[in-house]
């Protein structure tokens, strides 16, 4: 069966700070892969998605960047966090395209 | 491109009683209506749902409506219990694009 993994789980970050997100999947191959951020007690908000290695489609300008270097590795990446960073970020596969399934997340904090 | 309203953002239901909550989407095309659950701190869960070609559909307490007309679909839970509590999340998907989230509700049974 499918699982995702990410890590870490929690992060405390100071401003200014880089960010590296590492998200993989297990058990399927060439899947769809995306970047959700969630802020406290609000809804889910798409940063990036990515249908093959290589291929990154960004959905929010900001200071945020993806990179997909393996088929089931996804990397969430900042030179510079800002404090509109803090969050929590959701790593989200499919295979069909419709059907997502989310990791376990990492809450980011930037102080 | 897709617009996702729902409502209520809030509801309170008691205990073995039925809870539904509304959406509405604007893309007449879209053919694909998840729903999600999410527990305080942990990561959204596909509990149910629906393709365009079909007008309801039933797992155990759960059911979804889809009225591809009036462009709405709806989450019933029965019976409701006490670990129902969480925010549940619609969302609308056209072709293979993007999914569109609702906004959430968060839904809180009496014991």
Request: glycine share 8%; aromatic share 10%.
């Amino acid at each position: 069966s499918q699982t995702i993994h990410q890590w870490p789980a929690t992060l405390v970050q100071p401003v200014g700070s880089p960010l590296s997100l590492e998200c993989t999947v297990e058990g399927t191959s060439n899947p769809n892969l995306y970047w959700y951020r969630q802020a406290a007690g609000r809804g889910l908000q798409l940063l990036f998605y990515s249908v093959g290695i290589g291929q990154i489609s960004s959905e929010v300008p900001q200071n945020l960047s993806a990179s997909r270097p393996q088929d089931r590795q996804f990397i969430l990446s900042s030179k510079k966090l800002l404090l509109s960073d803090s969050g929590f970020y959701l790593c989200a596969w499919s295979v069909s395209r419709d059907t997502q399934y989310f990791g376990p997340g990492t809450r980011l904090t930037v102080l | 491109g897709e617009n996702v309203e729902q409502h209520p953002s809030t509801l309170s239901v008691q205990e073995g009683d039925s809870a539904v909550i509304k959406c509405t989407y604007s893309d007449s095309a879209s053919n694909y209506f998840p729903w999600y659950k999410q527990e305080l701190g942990k990561r959204p869960q596909l509990i149910i749902d629906i393709r365009s070609n079909v007008g309801e559909k039933k797992d155990q307490r759960i059911a979804v409506t889809l009225n591809k007309t009036a462009k709405h679909f709806s989450l019933h839970i029965t019976e409701t219990q006490p670990e129902d509590s969480a925010v549940y999340f619609c969302a609308a998907m056209r072709g293979n694009e993007k999914l569109t989230f609702g906004t959430g509700t968060r839904l809180t049974i009496i014991p």
